[in-house]
């Protein structure tokens, strides 16, 4: 039985829960620096696997250490996943970033109404487009501590009701962004 935690940015309580579907542990923040900084202070004393996900962020991190614009929202995942675990013959760990792209691509991709899925694209490796504009992307780090070849933290970003303002000018500067919600037809009214 998976366990649903929640936690605050100082500490972390554990409640079991019967609505995750999740084979592991599954933490929630409200708030934190970053799901991957959670992840990786959580690694020393929690075993691999579990993942970690966050209302919003205050130093997402995305491509070329650019801040991954965090309101709340949206989704802020990291899955710690022991390196044993994925290392498996016949998938180079090379190709990691672009699986953790594709299963993305595959999940937004499910949520999308049929017109809007063509306009989903995955732009080599990891980054989700909808419609030219990034709804999703991912970052990928190992943690060596310890003993044993490390786990892996797989961080990923889905905006799913905000999509943030990206400069297009400067050191932070990236590709305009869209989010979920702006692609799903209106809700009905009630009866």
Known sequence: MAALFSSSSSSAKASSSSASSA????IH?????????????????TPAPFAVYASSQSAGRGTSSRTWLSPPGNLYLT?????????????PLTLLPLHAGVVTHEAIERLLPEEERPSLTLKWPNDV?????????SIIELDAAG????????GIGVNVAVAPEVPTEGP?????STCLLSHLPPPSPPD
Do not use: D, M, N, Y
């Open 23 to 26: 084979s592991f542990p599954l």
């Open 172 to 176: 932070e500067h990236g590709r305009p």
């Open 29 to 45: 923040s409200p708030a934190t620096c970053s799901t991957q900084s959670l992840a990786r202070s959580l690694l020393l004393t």
């Open 129 to 137: 487009l909808l419609g030219g504009e990034k709804i999703s992307g």
């Open 147 to 154: 003993s044993g070849k490390g786990t892996f933290l797989i």
């Open 79 to 91: 899955v710690c996943l022991p390196a044993e675990q994925v290392a498996k013959p016949g998938f």
